[in-house]
């Protein structure tokens, strides 16, 4: 740490531990206010919360610390971001049966195939740690049950699939939306283009709200990915909404349809190459002749990143 070298660099350390790299480098971030240096850390276990993530946190609100109290008040601006990963035995506690009756004459080795091959491709389809597209209709809502450290207990918690996905993708984000919720009334009107028998069209009866109750709920994340690993000026511009869906997949390709263009995603004003929503929709149809955007599904996106690998 006696040079700076590069004012922008970022710091990883496979083996955070104490957190001894990230107190450093927020040392030089609070000495040198030309110094922009970031970190990462990797540490695993409930040793993470009890000594990486504290001392991580006093060193940014203090430098001087006696008897557990701060000594000085000279914290610095800084966000902490911290992720857990699914661990493997996470992923086998979250393996869900459905019922199958097995030969009664079933061998060691019939039963051992099938466990690494039947069991992951029909019985445990589905499970939330194969990846359950069917959860996908409330994204806020896809949990897992994981262990307590140290414990046989378990608990359920949330997943982030916003994240979860921007990382599968390898998506540079460049901003990211809050949830909003939205509100609507409907209508239908005559269209001579349909078949007789279905001659009607759902319409919004007036404006779209916005409203934190609302029925319908989007959020969007703008950024982009590398067509070229590592070639940043080989970019695809990409915007990901994701949506709660009520069931109504008629209102609610509607209310897609109008989100996109009360907030001048559509096509005459994107400048995004590619769009990411979940669930069925219409949206190419919004697409000009002279466009070249696509729509691409994040439960079929999602699904490729985490299986289509090759060996």
């Known amino acids: 740490m006696q040079t700076y070298g590069r004012k922008d660099a970022h710091i990883l350390d496979y083996f955070g531990g104490s957190a001894t790299t990230a107190h450093a480098v927020i040392v030089v971030r609070r000495a040198r206010e030309d110094i922009h240096w970031k970190y990462t850390l990797v540490e695993m276990g409930d040793y993470f919360d009890r000594v990486t993530l504290p001392r991580t946190i006093k060193a940014v609100y203090s430098s001087e610390w006696k008897s557990g109290k701060p000594v000085t ?10 992720l857990r990963l ?20 079933a061998g060691i080795n019939f039963s051992r195939d099938y466990m690494v091959r039947y069991w992951l491709d029909f019985e445990t389809k589905g499970s939330p740690s194969l990846l359950n597209i069917e959860w996908f209709d409330d994204p806020t809502a ?7 450290p140290g414990t046989d207990e378990y608990v359920e918690k949330a997943v982030d699939l916003v994240e979860t996905f921007n990382w599968l993708i390898g998506l540079h984000v460049e901003h990211l939306d809050r949830w909003r919720g939205y509100d609507a009334a409907f209508k239908r009107e005559v269209d001579p283009e349909l078949p007789e028998d279905t001659n009607t069209r759902l319409m919004l009866d007036g404006a779209l709200k916005e409203t934190d109750d609302g029925a319908w709920h989007f959020r969007k994340v703008e950024g982009y990915t590398l067509r070229t690993p590592g070639d940043h000026n080989d970019r695809e511009k990409v915007l ?3 949506r709660k869906l009520t069931g109504d997949l ?7 349809d109008e989100w ?4 001048r995603l559509s096509a005459q004003d994107t400048e995004f190459d590619v769009i990411y929503v979940n669930g069925s ?8 002749a002279e466009e070249t955007w696509k729509v691409r599904l994040i439960e079929e996106a999602f699904h490729q990143a985490m299986w289509d690998v090759e060996g």
């Open 73 to 82: 008040r000279d914290g610095i601006s800084q966000m902490i971001k911290y």
């Open 86 to 105: 699914e661990s493997y035995e996470d992923a086998l506690n979250n393996l869900a049966l459905t019922p199958s009756q097995l030969p009664e004459n």
């Open 142 to 148: 896809y949990k897992l049950k994981i262990k307590k």
């Open 240 to 242: 990901v909404v994701w």
């Open 250 to 256: 008629e209102q609610d390709n509607l209310m897609l």
């Open 260 to 263: 996109v263009r009360k907030y």
């Open 281 to 288: 929709n219409n949206l190419p149809n919004l697409r000009q």
